[in-house]
């Protein structure tokens, strides 16, 4: 035998050319033009603001994790992306230290409390915003920016000089609040007391929501609203990015967006079941953060089930929680809390779908 | 044609391309061979000759050492040198039998030219397949004769040959069923008619289409016989994956074996090996083997005598044209990396694959992040992420809930997993943990 001895290692010798850092660098650039719309529509504020988030997450990591003498793995992209989607939560009205502190939170509270990458959870981003929504309320739902073009409601010109004849409290409103605000607060009549005929007010601001030019504004972002949030379309080029990159599995965004939109058409109408039409169900899968929820933030690999039919039972969760808070609960926006209450329940969800090995017998 | 598959599954690029052209070429005869003794599943060969003796080409030297086990013939002429521990090409030293020889004197046993062996008993076909030393040449190595028996009560309705070679670089049996297939289809006759099995299946992915092409055509005139392409996916050549692809039938999981589905599986090589040792009384002395890398000067398809070492194989293909990283016997998905081409070629040696120094590279382990990656490819439906968190808290009782004990190896959640985690070797220490306790409690 020969003294020349060659390293072994274990089967298999092939792998595929992927890795964590190329993961989270792909969902960096999918969120790309969601940004673009964002910048475009606020200013090179929403920009620096999301750039601030992300920087002050890779910081935070670096640091923490040379407290914790491990390795620096900052490189992997995972905290920038975090700092991102933290900052995308956020009205481009914020101060600085608003995305920065919400980042340092999600990163050494929301990850690296669990021991980093891989053993949060929690969406540490989710986390980052619940924790800012919590401490900072009116910044983080206030004083919405008009984008460049459209109203902040998304409502037509013509509906609010139409509303502003009728109720200055209804036009106050649909000028200064965000789709899903309107339509939550609308749903109690009685705050149009200055109105001759509040029904009145309240179908048409309900109507002018709903109508097809409205939903245009939604899907293209001509709206107020949080900076990574207002383009519908943006987040959609993104998601299907990843979907068919295989980044993310459709199985949760699909059942997620699709739980919405069936729930909506079936209870959000005033009239009994399907009383909304159409447009209802279309109106709460564009607004506020479901479309970055959908395909951004329920789709994060570590605090969702790696089950097949587990990721199907998250993506209705997630769903079921947020037409309800929509619907009947005390938030106007239910995307963050419905995503971090099913991450809680992932491991549990994990347990109960176990998959039967293929073959099974008894 | 609709193209049959399997669930879970993953898609390496194929590599073919360095040999799949390459005719199979007979090996000189070496001057020296190492037959292992254990080169099939089951109690290993007992030796029946010492050192010293003159032995022929296809005479037996080791017996077998049981009902599960086969005897061990010597594949060149010459003397016994060695009874000793010599490398294995699954990576480890075992007791094997040195014969050398001149390199020119060839005396082969007498063999015999059966026209009607079809009509033989039963009993005779498969003693002539013990005595020939068969075992699955496709890799695992299970001795044919027992899977040719099954049980009374466990009727068998379908014969599988496997032609899948879903192992990426490797085209020995691509080659042999482009080169050898009249012999392939007399091996499926016998092995349908020692089953009584009125259904005959050739499996062949379709990324061998003048392979489905050229068996098709010359099976065309038999009803019971068919070929069916099946999608280029691997794992697609696991047996329990190819029955699926082939029959919709599933074998059942906790040991089940084919028959449990009416179906027994051979490799196309086994098939000729079969086909030779009952028509002929062939011993199994000889394969085709791969000879591949992208640093191999002149990839090749060699039909080798068994127990020749890597070391001439490769001298045979010309060297290579870069330093060697790593040696792998077999496939790179399912193949052993070994430390030394001084190890001799067995039965199941489909492949002898040479990597360069970037190729060997393993990259660093990092944290799971769940990305169910691993899952979405089981072609099992386990879950390999868990078995992976089970081993590493010792919680065996959850290993076996993930799937541990259903583990064909195939390495599919290894090879797409994007934090470097080596998950099938976690899985074999569940495994092997879970049977240790199984012992225990008994």
């Known amino acids: 035998m020969t003294n020349n001895l060659y390293k072994v290692s274990p089967a298999p010798h092939l792998h595929e050319h992927i890795s964590t850092q190329r993961i989270m660098w792909m969902v960096i650039i999918a969120l790309l033009p969601a940004m673009a719309v964002g910048t475009y529509s606020f200013g090179i504020k929403a920009l620096l603001l999301t750039l601030s988030g992300g920087l002050a997450a890779v910081i935070c990591e670096a640091l923490i994790q040379k407290l914790r003498k491990v390795p620096i793995s900052v490189s992997d992209g995972s905290a920038f992306l975090t700092g991102v989607l933290v900052s995308f939560n956020i009205n481009v009205g914020a101060p600085y230290w608003l995305p920065i502190v919400g980042s340092i939170f999600a990163i050494a509270v929301g990850k690296q409390v669990f021991g980093g990458l891989g053993n949060n959870p929690l969406n540490p981003a989710l986390l980052g915003r619940a924790f800012l929504l919590a401490s900072w309320p009116s910044l983080m739902t206030d004083g919405w920016t008009q984008t460049i073009k459209g109203s902040i409601s998304g409502i037509s010109e013509s509906t609010i000089a139409n509303v502003q004849n009728m109720s200055h409290i209804a036009f106050t409103k649909i000028t200064s609040a965000t789709p899903l605000n309107v339509i939550k607060s609308i749903r109690n009549v009685e705050m149009f007391s200055d109105a001759a005929d509040p029904a009145l007010v309240q179908k048409t601001v309900f109507d002018g929501l709903l109508d097809w030019s409205s939903l245009g504004n939604l899907f293209f972002g001509n709206i107020g609203g949080c900076i990574g949030e207002i383009s519908a379309i943006a987040l959609l080029i993104g998601g299907i990015f990843l979907l068919v990159t295989h980044v993310i599995d459709w199985r949760i965004p699909f059942t997620y967006l699709g739980t919405v939109f069936i729930f909506a058409w079936m209870f959000g109408g005033v009239n009994g079941l399907f009383s909304a039409g159409i447009q209802l169900p279309l109106f709460h899968i564009l607004s506020g953060g479901l479309m970055l929820g959908a395909f951004f933030m329920a789709t994060d690999y570590v605090s969702t089930p790696v089950t097949k039919r587990g990721r199907i039972i998250f993506g209705i969760g997630c769903g079921v929680l947020t037409i309800t808070i929509r619907l009947v609960g005390g938030y106007p926006e239910g995307v963050s809390y419905s995503i971090l209450l099913m991450n809680l329940a992932t491991p549990l969800i994990d347990k109960w779908t176990m998959p039967k090995p293929f073959g099974e017998v008894k | ?442």
Not at chain 2, 146 to 151: A, F, M, Q, Y
Not at chain 2, 284 to 296: E, N, P, S
Not at chain 2, 390 to 396: G, Q
Request: charged share 25%; aromatic share 4%.
């Open chain 2, 1 to 442: 044609m609709s193209l049959k598959t399997f669930m879970g599954g993953t898609h390496p690029h194929d590599f073919k391309k360095f040999s799949k052209d390459a005719s199979i070429e007979e090996f000189p005869l070496p001057k020296k061979v190492i037959i292992q003794l254990s080169q099939h599943i089951g109690a290993p060969s007992k030796p029946i000759v010492k050192v010293g003796d003159e032995v022929k080409t296809g005479q037996v030297i080791a017996e077998a050492g049981g009902f599960v086990s086969i005897p061990t013939h010597a594949s060149i002429t010459g003397k016994v040198t060695r009874i000793a521990k010599f490398p294995h090409p699954i990576g480890n030293s075992q007791m094997a039998i040195e014969i050398t020889g001149d390199g020119k004197t060839d005396e082969l046993v007498d063999l015999i030219d059966d026209k009607d062996y079809l009509s033989l008993p039963i009993e005779e076909m498969k003693k002539r397949i013990l005595n020939a030393g068969i075992c699955g040449m496709g890799g695992a190595g299970f001795p044919t004769h027992v899977k040719l028996s099954p049980p009374p009560d466990k009727p068998i309705d379908t014969v599988i040959l496997n032609g899948v070679e879903c192992e990426p670089f490797l085209t020995a049996d691509y080659r042999v069923m482009l080169e050898r297939a009249e012999d392939i289809i007399k091996g499926l006759k016998i092995l349908m008619k020692i089953v009584n099995a009125g259904q005959g299946i050739i499996g062949i992915e379709a990324n061998k289409p003048d392979a489905i092409k050229h068996i098709t055509s010359l099976v065309s005139d038999d009803a019971n016989i068919r070929v069916v392409a099946l999608k280029v996916k691997y794992p697609q050549g696991a047996e329990k994956q190819l029955i699926y692809a082939a029959t919709k039938r599933k074998v059942p999981n906790k040991g089940g074996l084919p028959m449990a589905a009416k179906v027994v599986v051979q490799n196309v090589s086994t098939a000729i090996a079969v086909f030779e040792a009952v028509a002929k009384k062939k011993p199994l002395i000889d394969r085709v083997i791969t000879v591949t890398g992208d640093i191999v000067k002149n990839p090749k398809n060699f039909k080798a005598r068994i127990g020749t070492l890597y070391s001439e194989l490769l001298e045979g293909a010309g060297g290579v044209t870069e330093e060697i990283g790593a040696i792998i016997s077999g496939g790179p998905m399912m193949g052993f990396a070994i430390p030394t081409l001084e190890t001799p070629m067995t039965k199941g040696s489909s492949g002898l694959l040479l990597f360069n120094q970037k190729q060997a590279k393993r990259k660093q382990e990092m944290n799971c992040i769940s990305c169910a990656g691993c899952v979405n490819v089981c072609p099992m439906n386990l879950l390999p992420t868990q078995i992976v968190k089970a081993t590493k808290f010792e919680d065996w009782e959850w290993a076996e809930k993930a799937g541990a004990m259903d583990c064909i190896r195939c390495g599919s959640c290894a090879f797409v997993c994007p934090a470097n985690i080596n998950i099938l070797q976690y899985v074999d220490i569940a495994k092997a943990k879970i049977l240790e306790q199984r012992k225990k409690a008994k």
